[in-house]
């Protein structure tokens, strides 16, 4: 079994300048350490990310990193009131209003994009003792 101390979640960017300034200024995050190579590391509580320089686009069509939120609504509209898109979705499984999906499980969801693609997750999940049967 690996010993596994710590996992990064790392999020690729074309532009890390570009990318530092949506997620410092739009996203109110605080620089930490930083790499030679211009990589940034975010830490929040117990969770760490690193965005990275990258040759690479993100292709956007899948969640690549999930943000745990206490109020999604007000998550929601904070991004709104920065300028920053919530994905819409019409699925069988969900269907978001105003960006926001009340999901099966109880718990609200709600997606958008950096500036470099990446599709990026807001969670306000429901703790499973409580949640909808």
Same mark, same amino acid.
């Given at each position: 079994?690996?010993?596994?101390?710590?996992?990064?979640? %790392?999020?690729?960017?074309?532009?890390?300048?570009?990318?530092?300034?949506?997620?410092?200024q739009k996203l109110g995050l605080t620089a930490g350490e930083e790499q030679?190579?211009?990589?940034?590391?975010?830490?929040?509580?117990?969770? &760490?990310?690193?965005?990275?320089?990258?040759?690479?686009?993100?292709?956007?069509?899948? &969640?690549?990193?999930?943000?745990?939120?206490?109020?999604?609504?007000?998550?929601a509209n904070e991004l709104k009131s920065k300028a920053i898109k919530l994905?819409?979705?019409?699925?069988?499984?969900?269907?978001t209003k105003d960006g926001i999906a009340d999901l099966p499980d109880g718990?609200?969801?709600?997606?958008?994009?950096? %500036?470099?693609?990446?599709?990026?997750?807001?969670?306000?999940?429901?703790?499973? &003792?409580?949640?909808?049967?």
């Open positions: 079994m690996l010993k596994i101390t710590q996992s990064v979640a %790392t999020i690729p960017a074309q532009d890390i300048k570009r990318a530092r300034q949506f997620y410092e030679q190579d211009g990589s940034v590391e975010y830490r929040q509580g117990n969770s &760490t990310f690193l965005v990275f320089p990258s040759m690479g686009k993100a292709a956007g069509n899948h &969640t690549q990193m999930g943000l745990d939120v206490d109020d999604i609504k007000a998550a994905e819409e979705y019409d699925y069988p499984e969900f269907k718990s609200k969801g709600a997606w958008f994009k950096d %500036t470099e693609g990446n599709l990026i997750a807001l969670a306000q999940r429901v703790p499973a &003792t409580t949640r909808a049967r």
